[in-house]
């Protein structure tokens, strides 16, 4: 059991990569608080966890982009377990438009769930790590946290400033035990991406078929989308790889879209 007993927060964790990322904990001994706009949603995935695993889970209500939502959601978890071993910061949307039809209300809104929300959790755990002398943050990047694309300019923006985020904890919470990495998946097949699908088709004038084989999955070595299971599988590695060896590190999981 790579994570008996530890304490794992993972934000928008009621569905998709969330999700697929807490049961993995679950399977290896974790505690798991669902973090989660929607509360009833949150409920009905901690209970199966709980019906499936053995293990301890419990819903929390969070908007990440709420400071007192954050905070509250942190302090019912270390009231109930002790501490936070390990937060995922997973939360996020999409939005596409080019940038001159971009919305300032759409773009400050994908940086405060993705970029505030980091931060918020971040601040919200990290005291209780340093408190126990040891704790994993990894944030939810992405490829497009090192590569660009078109339509996407609050997106790229956001996720590029995870990696910064990320080093920027790793320098403070080296010497007391708090590590930090980002996974940066490819396009994974989740109702975010689904979503994306007739928007890029209509922006770009092509068929949703081109959006898939071509600018999604164009790229990639072998035309697959990488998978919740993927991605959780290098959540599962971050969390439990306990020395600095690899903190401050980002991993791309992307069927070869993106290397380096």
């Not at 807490?22 to 409920?43: C, H, P, T």
């Not at 994306?196 to 078929?209: F, M």
């Not at 072998?222 to 599962?236: H, K, Q």
């Amino acid at each position: 059991m790579k994570l008996k007993d530890k304490v794992c927060i993972v934000t928008g964790a009621a569905s998709g990569i969330g999700h697929a990322i807490a049961r993995r904990y679950a399977s290896e001994g974790g505690k798991v608080a669902i973090a989660d706009l929607n509360l009833e949603a949150a409920q009905k995935a901690a209970d199966s966890i709980h019906e499936t695993y053995g293990t301890e889970a419990m819903a929390v209500a969070m908007d990440v982009t709420s400071e007192e939502q954050v905070e509250a959601g942190v302090a019912k978890v270390v009231e109930a377990w002790g501490g936070v071993d390990v937060l995922v910061s997973n939360a996020g949307i999409q939005i596409v438009n080019p940038i001159e039809q971009f919305k300032f209300d759409d773009w400050k809104k994908m940086l405060a769930i993705h970029l505030d929300g980091a931060f918020l959790t971040s601040k919200a755990v990290i005291p209780h790590m340093y408190k126990k002398g040891s704790g994993s943050i990894i944030f939810m990047g992405s490829v497009h946290s090192k590569e660009a694309s078109p339509l996407k300019s609050a997106y790229v923006t956001a996720k590029h400033g995870l990696l910064g985020l990320s080093r920027v904890i790793a320098k403070e919470g080296g010497k007391k035990g708090v590590r930090t990495n980002v996974i940066c998946p490819g396009f994974v097949k989740t109702p975010l991406v689904d979503k994306q699908i007739p928007e890029q088709a209509k922006e770009l004038g092509i068929s949703e078929e081109e959006v898939v084989a071509k600018v999604m999955l164009g790229q990639t070595v072998d035309t697959e989308f990488t998978t919740v299971e993927d991605i959780a599988e290098v959540a599962l590695f971050f969390a439990a790889f306990e020395t600095n060896a690899l903190t401050g590190q980002s991993l791309v999981a992307s069927h070869g879209w993106f290397m380096e």
